[in-house]
């Protein structure tokens, strides 16, 4: 399985940016997705996830109301949507496809990893 992600460049801050995540070969139909972030010097922390059908979505606190995260099973596509960005919302982000219908936080959950996607937020 290879995950591309791709959207990021650089926003003002107040911006927003459609990160994409696309699946090969079209397997992600059943498996919940996440999406990471890591920024210079920092640990990889969790962003969000959707669960197989969409029926649940988590986000980190320091997200929530400014990002959306969405799927579209038939291209095997996630996509994060990204509003009112600040300039601490940059980071490498990362896409990441769970072992399981559900997932969370937890990054054992995960089991294959997307190349990740640079976004700048300038301030």
């Known amino acids: 399985v290879q995950l591309q992600a791709s959207g990021g460049g650089l926003v003002q801050a107040g911006g927003s940016l459609r990160l994409s995540c696309a699946a090969s070969?079209?397997?992600?139909?059943?498996?919940?997705m996440g999406w990471f972030r890591q920024a210079a010097g920092k640990e990889r922390e969790f962003v969000g996830s959707?669960?197989?059908?969409?029926?649940?979505?988590y986000y980190a606190d320091s997200v929530k109301g400014r990002f959306t995260i969405s799927r579209d099973n038939a291209r095997s596509t996630v996509y994060l949507q990204m509003n009112s960005l600040k300039p601490d919302d940059a980071a490498v982000y990362y896409c990441?496809?769970?072992?399981?219908?559900?997932?969370?936080?937890?990054?054992?959950?995960?089991?294959?990893w997307g190349q990740g996607t640079l976004v700048t937020v300038s301030s």
């Open positions: 990441a496809k769970a072992r399981g219908s559900y997932s969370g936080s937890d990054v054992s959950q995960y089991h294959y």
């Open positions: 070969p079209r397997v992600i139909g059943n498996n919940a």
């Open positions: 959707i669960s197989w059908n969409g029926g649940r979505i």
